[in-house]
Every structure is written in structure tokens, then in C-alpha cells.
């Protein structure tokens, strides 16, 4: 922000959009700015930009170059690395190559020198950590490794049973959704908790699933569109989200009546909370929710169980949940879903909504124009268009 102001061809507004940042924060920051003008200020931004990155080994024992981090990054192995994600922008992962050579005391050409190498290595780290760490997840090692030996021009094969490419928490995120009347008991608690504006987020968040960062920046641009379903109008929104961490545009739909009420009424930003403030403001408001209608009962979940995601990353939960609805809203069309926020469709399928025995039974339902017998919380449609009907009240006679 200095720098920009500095610079002085970007407007207040422009900033703020850049930064994802509000006008309260952008005035506080500014205050702190005039303290750092000053010598000491100055001394203090300069040891900050050369402050390290502080990265714990696990052994303080061993081959000099492997001890420390700084070390470890001009390593010309490292280096390369470090410097083709860079220029491809990818993530670079060398903090957790270096823990893994820490741990296992093996330098970054022994890591690397062929497959079977590279899963001996990973898995007599896994070992070491597991004993260190119980119920913590690798999977931050396990893609660090991959991308490091992909760097190195060794093949990783689509299905490798020790590097895989799979998620730990795969079983977590299809089981993870609120059923219909629980989205509106959590919207109620999350406005007693947090405030109205909070229990508007929620609303639109649930119905386009974007991610936490992105809705805290959203001003609702939404654009209202009718259709007519059995000679009835129905109205329905259509938002375009820009997401930073793709890099791309989704088209986003609102069919939920609340969600789209509550989204007519913004012409600005929803959340005026700074975005830490928001984050845990969100998180609380969550958490307790889903206390209250039974989805967590204790704070000492493992990674695995149903209640972990709820616990650990209430607001991230949102986006699985929502995505379960739109499966069911579309007759668990993954590929229709996916192009709303997915680069890929076998992430949908594989992580979020595989399809159980019950789903596949179901199949054929609607609940506006071939209902079952005994209604659940849950509806099942067969297109888009009849979920919206549905929604608003419609029937089909």
C-alpha cells in the first residue's frame, strides 16, 4: 500500500479493490504509514523486508546444509527449483522438501534420483512425522515431493499408491452439507451471533459457494432474470465471480428466494469487518451454529470424522455443503455444478459429492415433477428450473 501510494497513479478505491481491504482498514493503515516515515520506522521496514523466512527443523543435528533454511534454499537443486515456480507460477513447495531432507537427513539430489527412491524416502518420513505428530496430515509433504521430483523430470504414474495426488480429507467432504430447514437454522444463529450482514453472507454464500477471501471482497452483483415454469414466473439471480486463486470468472446462480431477497438489497460490499476480524467474527458465528443443531459436539475431533470440517474450517465447509445442494438440484450433474466453480469436474466427483448407493436409487426423482412418497429435508430435482419452482412455493398437481 505504500508503494502504491507512493506511486500516486491509483485511486482510494482502487487500492481497496487490489487489496481486498475496506475504507476503515485502508485509513488505519495510513495512520500507521506516517509512524513509519519517521528514521526508526524506516530501520524497522527495512529489517522486516530482510527478516527470513523462520522454518523449524525437525533434526538440529546432521549435514550442515540441511539445518537450516537459508542454507538449504541456495542449494542449486533448490534454487532451480525455487525459481521454475516462480516463472511458472506454482506453488512452491520448499519448505516442506526442506523438513522432509531435515528429517530423513538425505540431500535434494538423493530425494530425487529415481521413484522408488523418492517413495523409500517419503515413507520413512511419513514414519517419523506420524510418531511426532499423530492424526496430522502429510499431504502438504506428499505435494511437495510430487512437484520436486516433477521439477527433476521423474514420472510420477496417475495411480501410485505411496505419491499419490489424492486429498486426505476426501471422506470428509462428502458427507459434510446441511440439509434444507438446517441452512436456515444456521442463517437464524449466525444473525443472532454475528448480525444481520452476517446472516445475509451466509445466504450467498451457501447458494454460490465461493471461497472464504473472495466473499469477503464480493459486492453483490447480481443480475435478476425470470422464467416462466408451467405457466408461472419465477425470478432467479445470475452473478459473476472472479476467483484469485484460479484466476478466472464463474457464473455463479441464486435460486434460494431468501438468498436473492437479501442480495437485491447491496449495492456495496456485505461485510465492512476487516477481513481478520471478519474471518474469526464468521468462524465463531459457525461454530456455534453448528453446536446448536447438533454437527459438533466436542472440540477434539481427528481428521477423518464427520465433525472435523465443521470444527476446524467452519466457513470452508460452506462451499462442500453448497455443492451437495447443487448436486441435488441438478440430478447429481457433476459436470453442470462444476463449470460454477471447479476447474475440473473429477474434483467435484471425487471429493465432494461421490455418489453413494442412496443417491443412485434416487435417480429419476423430483420432488416438483415425480415426487416420492415420503418427502425428505433434502430435495431432489431433475433440472435447475424445477429446484427454483420448488423453492418459491410451486407444485406441480
Same mark, same amino acid.
Given at each position: 500500500?505504500?508503494?502504491?501510494?507512493?506511486?500516486?497513479?491509483?485511486?482510494?478505491?482502487?487500492?481497496?479493490?487490489?487489496?481486498? +481491504?475496506?475504507?476503515?482498514?485502508f485509513y488505519d493503515w495510513k495512520k500507521i504509514?506516517?509512524?513509519? =516515515?519517521?528514521?526508526?520506522?524506516?530501520?524497522?521496514?527495512? &529489517?522486516? +523486508?530482510?527478516?527470513?523466512?523462520?522454518?523449524?527443523?525437525?533434526?538440529?543435528?546432521?549435514?550442515?546444509?540441511?539445518?537450516?533454511?537459508?542454507?538449504?534454499?541456495?542449494?542449486?537443486?533448490?534454487?532451480?527449483?525455487?525459481?521454475?515456480?516462480?516463472?511458472?507460477?506454482?506453488?512452491?513447495y520448499a519448505n516442506y522438501i526442506f523438513k522432509?531432507?531435515?528429517?530423513? &537427513?538425505?540431500?535434494? %539430489?538423493?530425494?530425487?534420483?529415481?521413484?522408488?527412491?523418492? =517413495?523409500?524416502?517419503?515413507?520413512?518420513?511419513?514414519?517419523?512425522? &506420524?510418531?511426532?505428530?499423530? /492424526?496430522?496430515?502429510?499431504?502438504?509433504?506428499?505435494?511437495?515431493?510430487?512437484?520436486?521430483?516433477?521439477?527433476?523430470?521423474?514420472?510420477?504414474?496417475?495411480?501410485?499408491?505411496?505419491? /499419490?495426488?489424492?486429498?486426505?480429507?476426501?471422506?470428509?467432504?462428502?458427507?459434510?452439507?446441511?440439509?434444507?430447514?438446517?441452512?436456515?437454522?444456521?442463517?437464524?444463529?449466525?444473525?443472532?451471533?454475528?448480525?444481520?450482514?452476517?446472516?445475509?453472507?451466509?445466504?450467498?454464500?451457501?447458494? +454460490?459457494?465461493?471461497?472464504?477471501?473472495?466473499?469477503?471482497?464480493?459486492?453483490?452483483?447480481?443480475?435478476?432474470?425470470?422464467?416462466?415454469?408451467?405457466?408461472?414466473?419465477?425470478?432467479?439471480?445470475?452473478?459473476?465471480?472472479?476467483?484469485?486463486? &484460479?484466476?478466472?470468472?464463474?457464473? =455463479?446462480?441464486?435460486?434460494?428466494?431468501?438468498?436473492?431477497?437479501?442480495?437485491?438489497?447491496? =449495492?456495496?460490499?456485505?461485510?465492512?469487518?476487516?477481513?481478520?476480524?471478519?474471518?474469526?467474527?464468521?468462524?465463531?458465528?459457525?461454530?456455534?451454529?453448528?453446536?446448536?443443531?447438533?454437527?459438533?459436539?466436542?472440540?477434539?475431533?481427528?481428521?477423518?470424522? %464427520?465433525?472435523?470440517?465443521?470444527?476446524?474450517?467452519?466457513?470452508?465447509?460452506?462451499?462442500?455443503?453448497?455443492?451437495?445442494?447443487?448436486?441435488?438440484?441438478?440430478?447429481?450433474?457433476?459436470?453442470?455444478?462444476?463449470?460454477?466453480?471447479?476447474?475440473?469436474?473429477?474434483?467435484?466427483?471425487?471429493?465432494?459429492?461421490?455418489?453413494?448407493?442412496?443417491?443412485?436409487?434416487?435417480?429419476?426423482?423430483?420432488?416438483?415433477?415425480?415426487?416420492?412418497?415420503?418427502?425428505?429435508?433434502?430435495? +431432489?430435482?431433475?433440472?435447475?428450473?424445477?429446484?427454483?419452482?420448488?423453492?418459491?412455493?410451486?407444485?406441480?398437481s
Amino acid at each position: 500500500m505504500m508503494l502504491m501510494l507512493e506511486e500516486g497513479d491509483k485511486t482510494r478505491q482502487e487500492i481497496q479493490r487490489e487489496l481486498d +481491504i475496506p475504507k476503515s482498514t485502508f485509513y488505519d493503515w495510513k495512520k500507521i504509514m506516517n509512524t513509519l =516515515k519517521t528514521e526508526a520506522g524506516l530501520k524497522l521496514v527495512q &529489517q522486516a +523486508i530482510k527478516k527470513p523466512v523462520t522454518v523449524k527443523p525437525f533434526n538440529t543435528e546432521g549435514l550442515d546444509e540441511l539445518k537450516k533454511i537459508e542454507l538449504f534454499e541456495v542449494l542449486p537443486k533448490i534454487r532451480d527449483y525455487k525459481n521454475d515456480c516462480r516463472i511458472n507460477r506454482s506453488p512452491d513447495y520448499a519448505n516442506y522438501i526442506f523438513k522432509i531432507c531435515n528429517a530423513i &537427513q538425505v540431500i535434494p %539430489e538423493e530425494l530425487s534420483k529415481d521413484l522408488d527412491s523418492a =517413495k523409500m524416502h517419503y515413507l520413512s518420513f511419513e514414519q517419523l512425522f &506420524q510418531e511426532k505428530f499423530p /492424526n496430522t496430515t502429510t499431504e502438504n509433504y506428499r505435494k511437495a515431493i510430487r512437484s520436486f521430483l516433477r521439477f527433476m523430470g521423474v514420472r510420477i504414474p496417475p495411480r501410485d499408491k505411496v505419491l /499419490n495426488s489424492a486429498t486426505d480429507s476426501k471422506g470428509d467432504y462428502a458427507r459434510v452439507y446441511l440439509t434444507v430447514p438446517e441452512v436456515k437454522e444456521v442463517a437464524k444463529i449466525l444473525g443472532e451471533e454475528a448480525g444481520y450482514e452476517y446472516k445475509t453472507l451466509f445466504y450467498l454464500h451457501h447458494e +454460490i459457494f465461493a471461497r472464504p477471501t473472495t466473499m469477503h471482497g464480493w459486492v453483490p452483483n447480481v443480475d435478476v432474470k425470470t422464467v416462466d415454469i408451467d405457466g408461472k414466473t419465477y425470478e432467479y439471480g445470475e452473478a459473476d465471480i472472479f476467483e484469485k486463486k &484460479q484466476n478466472k470468472h464463474y457464473t =455463479k446462480v441464486i435460486l434460494e428466494p431468501m438468498a436473492l431477497k437479501m442480495a437485491k438489497g447491496y =449495492k456495496s460490499k456485505i461485510i465492512s469487518d476487516p477481513i481478520s476480524k471478519y474471518e474469526s467474527k464468521y468462524s465463531k458465528g459457525l461454530k456455534t451454529a453448528y453446536e446448536q443443531i447438533g454437527k459438533i459436539t466436542r472440540n477434539d475431533y481427528t481428521k477423518g470424522e %464427520e465433525g472435523w470440517l465443521y470444527y476446524n474450517r467452519p466457513i470452508y465447509t460452506i462451499r462442500h455443503s453448497a455443492a451437495v445442494h447443487w448436486l441435488y438440484r441438478t440430478a447429481f450433474d457433476a459436470s453442470m455444478v462444476a463449470r460454477m466453480g471447479w476447474e475440473k469436474v473429477d474434483t467435484l466427483s471425487q471429493f465432494y459429492a461421490r455418489s453413494t448407493a442412496s443417491n443412485m436409487m434416487q435417480k429419476g426423482l423430483c420432488y416438483y415433477c415425480n415426487p416420492p412418497k415420503v418427502l425428505e429435508d433434502m430435495p +431432489i430435482f431433475c433440472t435447475p428450473m424445477h429446484s427454483l419452482a420448488y423453492l418459491n412455493g410451486g407444485r406441480k398437481s
